[in-house]
Nanobody, 119 residues
Framework: QVHLVESGGGLVQAGGSLRLSCAAS????????MRWYRQAPGKQRELVAT???????NYEDSVKGRFTISRDNVKNTVYLQMNSLKPEDTAIYYC?????????????WGQGTQVTVSS
């Protein structure tokens, strides 16, 4: 079993920055790909950024150039640096990890952290 704990959300003015963190804990696991999703009120959850175990990254078009995903494999932690925030970035942000647990790949989710960007 892998447990994901997010932190770093909050209220910020447009143009500001926030850094989200997501730490994975458990036993007998190896994290493969980690992702950040977000869900705004009344909208479907969308994939924001992805980082593989080798460090390859991918971003949703609206956040390219503003958000940066990174990871610390020793700490089993993924980060999302969010700059030049816009009101439309307001959402609950979720961390998701695909982990190899013994012999199976399993997806895990964090509880979410609220990001609110005021205009």
């Amino acid at each position: 079993q892998v447990h994901l704990v997010e932190s770093g959300g909050g209220l910020v003015q447009a143009g500001g920055s926030l850094r989200l963190s997501c730490a994975a804990s458990g036993s007998r696991f190896s994290i493969a790909t980690m992702r950040w999703y977000r869900q705004a009120p009344g909208k479907q959850r969308e994939l924001v950024a992805t980082i593989t175990s080798g460090g390859t990254t991918n971003y949703e078009d609206s956040v390219k150039g503003r958000f940066t995903i990174s990871r610390d494999n020793v700490k089993n932690t993924v980060y999302l640096q969010m700059n030049s925030l816009k009101p439309e970035d307001t959402a609950i942000y979720y961390c998701q990890a695909t982990a190899l647990v013994t012999t199976d790949f399993v997806d895990y989710w964090g509880q979410g952290t609220q990001v609110t960007v005021s205009s």
